[in-house]
């Protein structure tokens, strides 16, 4: 191979966010992909046997069980891309007016747009269903439907000081994502900040919340970083070399996971997840170069990819409270909440739960999720009425 065909690592002075370019694309198809996995895993692990509970699981069981047991790779996939997207977004603004506050009302208004209607829903299932009752109306940290864990998870004190809010576990990733938000600009802060005195006291604040956070919280914050990061890096390189990169990403999450029970974001667990993480953001960083848009396939490839990570964030938050729902009509009209592998109609029914989980959260996305952009743009009018005039690009909502 010659030198003019190895890859070419450059450093980019702005991260680069153009839908008419593949890395975008891709950023958008895994967010989506991911998000759905998640659910898919879920719904399966709620509806179905464990696979290691059957002696002889059929087939269609075990392809079912590999395919959607990813789920935490699929989270530290989210962690990777709100890391490009959302630090990649604060680094281009970064010392410009204004650009911390901004930032600060785009993260808040992205979480609680869709975080408020999520645990209304959580509270009116849980009354629906007789998990919660006027008796859970208290401020016990230890109560899942309690107002303290209400308001504990909306500022990401979820597994920090409260139980997830009406047990919906997934939630325990928001905390982390939070958190991840108000660690990066301090990060920053400590190395861009305009005099020493706020340099230090972003410093103190940075090592004194990391110590008050998990460990595991605080380490996994890394891999958030790495998305940030390599949203700087733009790899030149052959289609070759962007190909096997893929492949080292899906045959290490393959290996990681046939080869590790991972059920966590554990310390113990780092090194595995960080061994596909690598190539994959090597891989995005190698895809910023352009679609062709006059292909037919690509133009609904990215209308396929755009529409599906657009409620993504909805479909993660509300899944589970769906599901038990679903399972509890289940139980009241068939005296059933439970899926047989061993019967091929119950797999036509778990798809079916699964295209209902979706198109409850489609719907959800366009009752709230989709008035981001008028929830921000109505919040910096009221706080930041000298800004008013200035323009929201669609990046800002990551």
């Not at 702005?14 to 898919?40: K, N």
């Not at 002889?56 to 047991?69: E, G, I, K, M």
């Not at 990066?184 to 008050?212: E, W």
């Not at 914050?221 to 990169?245: E, N, T």
């Amino acid at each position: 191979m010659s030198s003019s065909s190895l890859p070419a690592v450059r450093w980019q002075r702005q991260s680069q966010v153009d839908h008419h370019a593949a890395h975008s694309l891709l950023i958008s198809l895994l967010r989506g992909l991911a998000a759905l996995e998640v659910a898919a895993a879920h719904l399966r692990a709620e509806s179905f046997p464990g696979l290691r509970e059957l002696a002889d699981p059929p087939l269609a069981y075990q392809l079912l069980a590999f395919f959607t047991a990813f789920s935490h790779q699929a989270v530290v996939v989210f962690f990777l891309i709100s890391g490009w997207l959302v630090g990649g977004s604060l680094l281009n603004k970064m010392g410009q007016p204004g650009a911390l506050a901004g930032y600060a009302i785009d993260r808040a208004t992205r979480l609680w747009t869709v975080l408020l209607p999520a645990l209304c829903l959580i509270l009116a299932i849980g009354a629906w269903t007789g998990a919660v009752s006027p008796a859970h109306a208290d401020f016990s940290a230890d109560n899942e439907y309690s107002a303290a864990s209400f308001a504990g998870n909306l500022v990401g004190l979820q597994t920090i000081l409260v139980e997830p809010f009406g047990a919906n576990f997934p939630l325990w990733s928001l905390a982390n994502e939070t958190w991840y938000y108000v660690q990066f600009p301090l990060l920053l802060l400590v190395f861009m900040g305009k005099s020493r005195m706020r340099q230090l006291g972003a410093a103190t604040a940075l090592v004194l919340l990391s110590a008050a956070l998990p460990g595991a919280m605080t380490l996994y914050f890394s891999l958030w970083l790495l998305g940030a990061l390599f949203s700087r890096v733009r790899i030149d390189c052959a289609p070759a070399v962007s190909l096997a990169l893929f492949a080292a990403t899906a045959g290490a999450a393959i290996y990681v996971r046939m080869t590790n029970s991972i059920d966590d974001l554990a310390p113990e667990y780092f090194l595995q997840h960080l061994v596909y993480s690598l190539p994959l953001v090597a891989f995005l960083a190698s895809m910023q170069r352009p679609l062709d848009m006059a292909s037919p396939w690509i133009r609904r490839l990215g209308r396929f990819a755009h529409v599906l990570s657009e409620f993504s964030f909805t479909l993660y938050v509300i899944h589970i409270p769906l599901i038990r729902l679903m399972r509890h009509v289940g139980m009241q009209v068939f005296g059933r909440d439970r899926l047989a592998p061993d019967a091929p109609l119950d797999y036509a029914i778990y798809a079916g739960m699964l295209l209902a989980v979706v198109a409850t959260a489609w719907l959800s996305y366009l009752l709230f999720e989709s008035h981001t952009f008028r929830v921000r743009r109505f919040v910096k009018t009221l706080l930041q009425p000298q800004r008013r005039r200035a323009p929201i690009t669609p990046a800002s909502a990551k």
